[in-house]
């Protein structure tokens, strides 16, 4: 067996795979699937998955302490399980499993909820930081210049409180959550922003949601969305120009 | 000597108190440089970028302090090829805060992934001893040493999954790094704590896995504490150093001719759980031991 497929049986074969067969697709012959299945049974590889997924789970809720501090302590090991079953937790890098761990997460949450609102504000958090790393604020100039459109930031978000985002925060020093209001209230978040948000205006959350798919500029004015609040949302990176 | 003798060392950790990188506790830091950095990807193409804080703030706290890096993302021994972001990472590190060597782990932590991406498996895992592990990792170690123009060393794995294939002229985890370090003309480093895991959970006499080290290119050597988890005594970096770890230490330091530092490892969390005096502690025993051998 080569090398490479040695590495590549045995890591799958102690990476979780979900259920899946770990060697398929692998071109090996019984002999080689022989001495894989003894060294499974070995105690020394079962200890070896033990701390992989030890490690994996370890990372993950480091990685995602807002919002899991908020489930309930079963809910919380089930979903640390189900990700390092899914094949999580392995990357080595905070800011790399934060993001790809809280959308897993989302994806679990009820919407609308108090949870879901606080799974959105720290995955919004981490990725306007990682932005704000040698982010420099572009010059509205551009705007006028020809050849550019405008989309949504790499590094920005809009979360929506489903109650006044102060009572939702306080939940994570310990206080209640308040009830779901129909009424939203939102954020913005972006690398260039004081503290990575403020409330969002209703003008600003209108463009926002119209750049779902890039536009010109001059599409959006004949529209009717201000030049100045689309300065307002470029300058901190919360929009961004891209070249056609 | 291949490079001046600095002394004791500690790995530079972010959440202690910055005084105990101080001349009078120890002799130079080992930096992890990705701890310093942030990952990026675009697509499938990913970055490692030094963050400026950072760095500086390390850079600060280590002072004048000469360093070696002890990297962990490069995954030297992946056949599918190593880490190249990381590489790329440690030229610009290189750039801004020069160090005496760079180490990394012998073994591998990336395997293909089925869309042609790259998988990381979530934990280091160690090479067979065969002759085409041998290859791959010498050819690499020999091109990172012309790279940076310092020695690079690679450090002997504690491994728990034992029955990996082995080519009989390179027979185990000792004979694979013999045969890489003939071959690339590199270094070791000789992790204690590793071999002492291995004697334990391998049940190896841990004298005689020391001896059969390419003892003349070590250059550095590890000291740590573990800690047993079912029934296996792990490389934790948890605590102190095992009463066993240190006369180790004294076994091979009049056996390394070359050896120029010691490093007390420990991870950051236990550093912080352990404290300064703690450290101190386990620094002022090992100079002692580097002194003592080096006397005699």
């Not at chain 1, 998955?49 to 899991?68: E, F, I, P």
């Not at chain 2, 180490?103 to 591998?108: D, I, K, T």
């Not at chain 2, 091109?143 to 082995?166: C, D, K, Q």
């Not at chain 2, 009463?243 to 091979?252: D, F, G, Q």
Request: net charge negative; with cysteine; aromatic share 8%.
């Amino acid at each position: 067996m080569s090398l490479l497929d040695l590495q590549t049986a045995v890591g799958r074969l102690v990476r979780a795979t979900d259920g899946h067969d770990p060697l398929r697709g692998l071109q090996l012959d019984p002999d080689e699937r022989a001495r894989l299945a003894a060294l499974v049974e070995r105690a020394g590889f079962r200890f070896t998955v033990d701390v992989q997924r030890s490690w994996c789970a370890g990372r993950a809720a480091g990685a995602a302490k807002l919002t899991l501090s908020l489930l309930p302590a079963t809910e919380r090991r089930r979903v640390l399980d189900d990700w390092v079953s899914a094949g999580g937790g392995t990357a080595s890098f905070v800011a790399t499993e934060a993001d790809a761990f809280l959308e897993f997460i989302a994806r679990r949450l009820r919407a609308p909820s108090h949870a879901l609102t606080l799974c959105r504000f720290e995955q919004a958090t981490l990725r306007a930081s990682e932005g704000a790393l040698g982010f420099a604020a572009p010059d509205p100039s551009w705007l006028a210049e020809p050849g550019w459109v405008l989309r949504t930031g790499r590094y920005a978000a809009v979360v929506r409180f489903h109650a006044a985002p102060h009572l939702v925060l306080a939940a994570l020093e310990g206080q209640p959550l308040p009830p779901i209001s129909p009424e939203t209230t939102s954020v913005l978040f972006g690398p260039g922003l004081d503290g990575f948000s403020r409330l969002a205006t209703s003008a600003e959350v209108a463009l926002w949601e119209r750049l779902g798919a890039p536009e010109a500029l001059p599409v959006l004015i004949r529209e009717g969305h201000r030049q100045e609040v689309i300065e307002a949302l470029v300058t901190p990176g919360i929009v961004e120009l891209a070249a056609t | 000597m291949i490079v001046r003798p600095l002394g004791v060392g500690l790995p530079y950790i972010a959440a202690l108190p910055p005084e105990i990188y101080d001349p009078g506790r120890l002799d130079f830091v080992e930096v992890t440089p990705e701890t310093l950095c942030r990952e990026r990807r675009n697509g499938r193409v990913v970055t490692i970028e030094l963050v400026p804080d950072q760095l500086e703030r390390a850079r600060r706290a280590c002072g004048a302090l000469p360093i070696v890096v002890h990297g962990v993302e490069l995954s030297i021994g992946s056949a599918q090829g190593e880490n190249a972001a990381y590489l790329d990472m440690l030229d610009a590190f290189q750039a801004r805060w020069p160090f005496v060597w760079h180490s990394e782990h012998l073994g591998f932590q990336t395997i293909p992934g089925e869309d042609g991406t790259t998988l990381e498996v979530g934990v280091p895992l160690p090479l067979p001893a065969t002759r085409e592990a041998a290859r791959l990792v010498a050819g690499r170690s020999a091109a990172i040493g012309a790279r940076y123009g310092v020695p690079f060393l690679l450090e002997n794995a504690a491994y728990y999954l034992s029955g990996l294939p082995a080519d009989a002229e390179i027979g185990d985890d000792t004979g694979l790094l013999r045969a890489i370090t003939e071959r690339s003309g590199g270094f070791q480093l000789l992790d204690l704590h590793n071999v002492h895991c291995n004697a334990i959970n391998q049940g190896t006499d841990p004298f005689a896995a020391i001896d059969g080290m390419p003892l003349g290119r070590v250059l550095e050597i590890h000291v740590a504490g573990g800690s047993w988890h079912d029934g296996f005594w792990m490389d934790a970096h948890d605590g102190r150093v095992p009463e066993r770890v240190w006369t180790m230490l004294e076994y091979a330091l009049p056996r390394t001719p070359n050896v120029a530092g010691v490093v007390f490892e420990v991870l950051e969390e236990h550093a912080v759980r352990l404290g300064v005096d703690v450290i101190a502690e386990e620094l002022a025993r090992a100079r002692d031991i580097w002194r003592s051998c080096r006397r005699g």
